[in-house]
């Protein structure tokens, strides 16, 4: 039981490429989502999913675009990078089942600049 | 809306000195309430988290939080710090989604 896991732990993009951070979890979550955090601003909801195929935007999806084809797999896509995305990035996962606000389980991080 | 606010950036204390940390809620019902502890390079863990109940909470690693209606306040508390402390610490609510605290950065001195 690897929990969530998160790809790569480091990346640095020039202005304007692109790429894909992968998250996957083995818990068979169904809900699953991308947090930045940055200084001072804490972690901030960028997109979310409740099941396979279907997702929603958090509070700040603008750059950001996401899929869920999967229960396991939640990757983000920066489509064309900026140095404003520059951050780490978390994703999470949580069962739906039960108490609402069941405990999310959080990935290691992946640490992004951009150039 | 729902939020949290943690009104300290960053708090210092002594290694056996005794720590809280402050989180303000503002939601109008019973909110869920949560505290995680993030150490450098690290993920967000769970401490502990209120939903209902005892206002008391019990967290792991000796930690605890007192959920206050009046006060609007979740703050989070351990009688006595370690070393392994020094970390990062957020509060955090659920309503349909998670909203996270700024976090306050703990030091702990020898």
């Known amino acids: 039981n690897a929990g969530v896991t998160q790809t790569p732990k480091f990346q640095v993009l020039k202005t304007g490429q692109s790429m894909t951070l992968q998250c996957a979890q083995d818990m068979n979550h169904e809900y699953m989502s991308w947090y930045r955090q940055d200084p001072g601003m804490g972690l901030r909801l960028i997109h979310y999913?409740?099941?396979?195929?279907?997702?929603d935007q958090g509070e700040v999806p603008n750059g950001y675009n996401v899929s869920r084809s999967t229960t396991e797999d939640f990757p983000l896509r920066l489509l064309s990078a900026a140095p404003s995305q520059t951050s780490v990035y978390f994703c999470?996962?949580?069962?739906?089942?039960?108490?609402?606000?069941?405990?999310?389980?959080f990935g290691p991080g992946t640490r992004l600049t951009v150039l | 809306a729902q939020s949290v606010t943690q009104p300290d950036i960053h708090i210092t204390v002594s290694e056996g000195a005794s720590l809280e940390l402050r989180c303000n809620y503002s939601y109008g019902a019973t909110p869920y309430l949560f505290w995680y502890v993030q150490s450098p390079g690290q993920g967000l863990q769970l401490l502990l988290k209120?939903?209902?109940?005892?206002?008391l909470v019990q967290g792991i690693k000796g930690f605890e939080a007192e959920f206050k209606r009046s006060q609007s306040s979740f703050n989070l508390r351990k009688p006595s710090v370690h070393w392994s402390d020094a970390a990062e610490y957020f509060c955090?609510?659920?309503?349909?989604?998670?909203?996270f605290g700024t976090g306050t950065s703990l030091t702990v001195i020898p």
């Open positions: 999470a996962s949580r069962s739906l089942e039960g108490l609402a606000g069941n405990q999310q389980f």
């Open positions: 955090a609510t659920y309503g349909n989604q998670f909203y």
């Open positions: 209120y939903f209902s109940g005892d206002t």
């Open positions: 999913s409740v099941g396979a195929g279907i997702t």
